[in-house]
C-alpha cells in the first residue's frame, strides 16, 4: 500500500531541492515562536509525510527520507508513514542516530542543507553546524519549500486578543517587568527579545486564539530599560487591547514588521544609552542582547546581529547574553492569585471527569458499553467540560483510547476512524482545558468490564509509582530528575519502563506543558531542567504501553509546596491539583505496598470531600463507593 | 580557650605574607597529585589551622582566616578550630559562601592572592580567576609557606613501589596502554599528561606505600603513540620494579624532574612526528594534550605550555583536550580478574566484620563492655582484619565511634583520648582493608544495650533506605544521581537529611574513595558525574546523625550488574559484596515496609550462607540467629 500522496509531495520537493542545489531539507515540527504545537500553517512537516504527532523532525535526502520522533509516537508513526517510503527513526532508543548523526554520515563534504530559518532556533543550527563541522556543510535557511509546493496551505491565523484581568493573572504587567528588568541589569543585557508566544501572554497579560487549544496570539516581544514592545498582527488588536496597551506604556507594532524593526541600528544605540542611564554600574559602550538560544530563530538572530553592526556596536556571541528567559522562570512558580484560582479550577474540572467516569459506569452497568466508540465518548467528555464555568478551550484534543489503541501515547480518536467500546479491558482517556482560571490536565485508565491479569497488575503498579511520586518529600534543591525513579520504581523492578517523561509543567491559561521544569530521569542536550519551586506546577503520569494489546496512564497534576524547614534544611512536598478516584477494579491489592495503600486512601478521602458537594445525589453516592478505603 | 599554637603559626604566616605583599593565602587540602588523603608532608593546611579532617580549604587574611570543609567534618571542625581565631564555613549550607565568593567580597582590586600552584588544579585556579576577574586579582603561585616556616616539616614519603601481578589486575600494562591510546587518538591527542597516583598505578599495574591506607607511590606519568613515561623517586625503584618496567617498556624518569621534562620542546616535536606516524587521519603539526583539568596542577599545566611554546607549536586552550582520563573510566569498571578477586576479599573481610560483632556481642551478654574504649575496640576490629588473607593494610584509619561521637562522620578516636564504651546506646564503626585482592570498606552500627525509640526509629529509617537502594532495579544511563533518593526517602519523609554523599566508588589495591561514579542528590561544581557500569563498585551509605546525641550509619558495598535486557531497554541493578548482618536489636518494625523485610530476610540469608563456613562453631550459631527472617 503506496502512499502516492506523499511521495508526490516529497517527489516535488526534491525536484525544487535539486533546482536550488540542497542535497538534505530538514522540517522540524515549528513555528517562528519554538511552539510545541502549531498552528495549521506551520504543519510542514506534517504535510510532507502523514505524521501527524505533536513532535517530529523530516529530513529529505534525493534517495531516502527519515522522520524522528519520541517514544509518546512510536506506535502511531509507524502507522502514518507506512507506505510514504520515510524512514522512522525511535529517538533515545540504543543504536537509532540522532538527526545530526545521520546527516553527518549521509553528507558529502561542502554538501548543502536547507531549512526554514525562522523555525529553527540559534542552538539547533549551532549544533548542527558543529555536528557536521568536517563535512564542512553550507546552510541554506532562506527556502520554505510550503510557499509554493503546499498550493492550499491555510492562512496564518489571526483572531483577536484579549487581555486577562489581575483578578486572574495576579500581577501587572509593570510589575512583571520591573522583575524582567532587574534580571536584564544583573545580567548586563540592555535589550531582551522574546519569541515565545507563552512568555510573551504572561509578560504583558494578554491571551489570544492562533493556536488551538493554546490561548496565545502571535507576536514577538522586545523590552529594553524604556520601552516594551509587542510585534502582533493589527487585525488582532481590538480597541480594548489598544487601550490597555497605551494604559501600560506596551507599543504595538506590525507582527511583520519584527525583522525589519531588529535591523535598526537606532534601536540599539537608544537602549545602549537607555540601559546606561538606568543602571550606572552596567554602562557600557556596547548593547548587549538577552535571549534564549534554545527559542530564538536563527533568522531573528541574524537581524539582531545585523542591527548591532550596523549600530557600529561590536557584536558576536560574546556580547550576547545567552540564557533562559527569566520571565520562563517567573511564569513557572504561579503565584498566590493564580494558585486559588487554579486549585479551583481544578476541583470544577475534577467534578467534571468524576461525572464523565459516573456516565460510563452506568453504560458498564447497564450493559450498553458498546453503544459508545471512542469518539462518542471523547464527545461526552468534552461536552461536561464546556459546561464548567470560565470555560475557554480544550487544552489539547481530548485523547480517548481503548485497547490496543491505547498503547499509542497521543492516539487521536476519528469520528469515522475511532474503536468501539466493548465490555472488557480498558478505556484511557487524557484531557484537559484552558480556563479563565488556569489550565488542566488529568488521564485516568477506566475497566469497560472484565479485565487480565497482566493489565491488574500493570495498573496497579502505575498507581504505585503515581502515589509513591505524589507521596515525595524532598529537600529543596531537588529537580525532578531527583525525583523521578520514585514513579517509575515499581515497573522498573518488573523491567517494564514507559518511553516518555514522568511530568510536566503547566502554565496558567498558556500552554498544557511548560518549562523550566519537569519530572525525567535522563535529559537530552539543551533540555531545561530546574530546580522545583514552591507554586511550580507538574504532572505525575507514569504507564504501561503494551504495543498491540492496551495502554494504562495515570496522571495526577501536583502542587509544590512547603513541607517543613529545619537543621536538616527545606523540604518540600506535593499537594495534587486533580481530584479524580483512581479505579479500583484495576487495583490488585497483591502488588500494593502498605505505604501507597495509605497514600490512596487519604487522596480518596481528600477527593470525596472536596468534589462530592460538586455532585448530584446519584454522582455522589457512586463516588463514596469509589473512594471508600480500600 | 585560646589555642596559641595555631595562632603563632599563623601570625608567622601572615608575616611572611606582608613582606611578598599577598593579601590571601589559601591552603588547600592536596599533594602535588590531587589525592584524596594526602602524606603528612602536605598535611600543611591541618598545620595551619588544627583541623585534622580529610577534607577542607583554609584562607588566611590579614584580619581573619577561613576554613571550609563538608558535612562530614562540621561537628569535627568546630571542636578542632576552638580558640584558633579560624572561622568555619560550612560547604553547600544556604547562606555559605564559597571560598571565591568570599575572597570575591574581601579583596580589594588588584589584590593578591598566594598558593601553592602545585597543589591547586588547573580548574580550580580558573574557577577562582573567573570569580575574582573583577577585583583584577593577581595570583601569586610560587610560594609555599610550610618551606620555611613548618620547621619540622615531614619528609616526602618514600617507599618501595611493587609490581601487581596479572593474578590481581586481570589486565597487562601493554593492553591498557592500547586502550588509552585509542581513546587518544579519538580524541585528536599526542600526548596524555597524568598527575593522580591512582590512575598511573591502575595503568602500570604498580602499587606502593607513600600515602597511608592508599597504596600508591608518588609519581607523575606521561604517555605518548610512542612512549610511556613515569617519574618517580629514585628509591622507591626495587629491583623487581626496574626489571618490570624494562620488560613493559616502561620508562623511568626521576619524580623531580617531572617540570624540566614537561618545558622540554623536544618532547612535543617527538610527540606529534610519533602520532601522526600511527594515525594518519591524526595527524598534525601541532602536538595536542590530553589531561584533566580537575586533576593537572596549574605548575605541570604551565610547563606544558612553556614546552610547547619553545617547540614552536601552537599553545593554548585550544590545542589541548580538556577531559576526565580515559583511565579513570576504564579503572572504574573493574574485570572479571578483579570482580572474582573483589568478592573473596569481601567475603573475607565481612566474616572478620562478623567475628567482631560476635567478640563485641559476647562483651554485651557478659556485661563487660565498659572494659573496652572506642580505642580498644577499633584495634580489635583492626587486629582481626590484619590476620586476612593478602592482608596489605587499613584502607583507612578504622572509625569507632561511641554515642554522641558518632555524629562526628569521620571521628577519630585516640588511644589517650576516647570515649569508653558502656553497656546502653550505639557503638558505630566504619573500617576496611586494602588486599591483594581488593579494597575494602563497611560501616555497621550495633547497640551495646537499651537504646531510645528515637534511634530505634532513626536506625530502621537508615536500613530502609539502604535496602531500598541495595534492592534497585534501574535503566542502562542512570547515574548515582537519580537513584540516590531511593536512599533518603524514608528520613527525607520524616525531615531527616544526612550532609553527605549516598555512595562513593572503590579503587582496586587503591583508593577506598574513586571516581567518576558516585551516588549524590546534587552536585558541586566541577564534580565527577558517571552513568552505572556493570562491574562498577559503589558504597550505599545513608545514616542519621544528631549533633552531641548520636550518628547511625550503614554501609554497604555494592556491585552493579546486569538484570535484564529486553523491548523497554537494558536494566542494570546491584549486588551486595559486603555481607554483614544489620542489627536486629535496632530494627523497629513498625517502621519496616514488607518490601524491605523480603529485602533484608534474603539479604541475611545470603550472609549467612556464604559467611557461615567461615567462622567457627559459636560465631557460627550467633549469626544464624543475627540472620533468622524478620
Redesign the interface.
Known sequence: MINTIIRERLEKLRRRMESLGIDYYLIPTADYHNSEYVAPYFQTRHYFCGFSGSNGTLVVGMEEAGLWTDGRYFIQAEKELAGTGVDLYREME?GVPTVSEWLADRMDENGRLGFDGGCLNVRQVRNLKKKLAHKKVCFVSQYDPAEEIWTDRPALPSHPAYVLGEEYSGESTGSKLTRLREKMSQAGAQVYVESKLDNLMWLFNLRGADVECTPVALAFGLVTMERQILFIQDSEVTGKVRAYADSVGLELQPYESVTAFLENPGLYREAAAAGGAVEADNARTDCRVLFDPGNLSIRLWKAVTRGREAAGIKAGTHYDIEKRSPVEDFKAAKNETELKNIRAAYRDDSAAVCRFLYWLHRHVENGTVDSLTEYTAAQKMDSLRTEIKDFVDLSFGTISAYGPNAAMMHYSAKKDDCARLRPQGMLLVDCGGQYLRGTTDVTRTMALGPVTENMRRHYTLTAVGNLQLM?????Y??TG??????AR?PL??T???Y?CGTGHGIGYLLGVHEGPQNIR??FAEGMAEAVLETGMIVSDEPGVYIEGEYGIRIETILEVVE??K?G????LRFSPLTLVPLDRALIDPAFL???TRGVLNSYHARVYAEIAPLLNEEERRWLRTQTDPI
Chains 1, 2 share one sequence.
Open positions: 540504543e507521596d515525595a518529600v524532598f529537600l534543591g531537588c530528575r531527583n525525583v523521578d525513579i520514585l520504581q522498573w523492578s523491567f517494564v519502563d518511553k530521569w535522563r513541607a517543613a529545619n536538616d534544611g527545606r523540604f505496598t502498605p505505604q
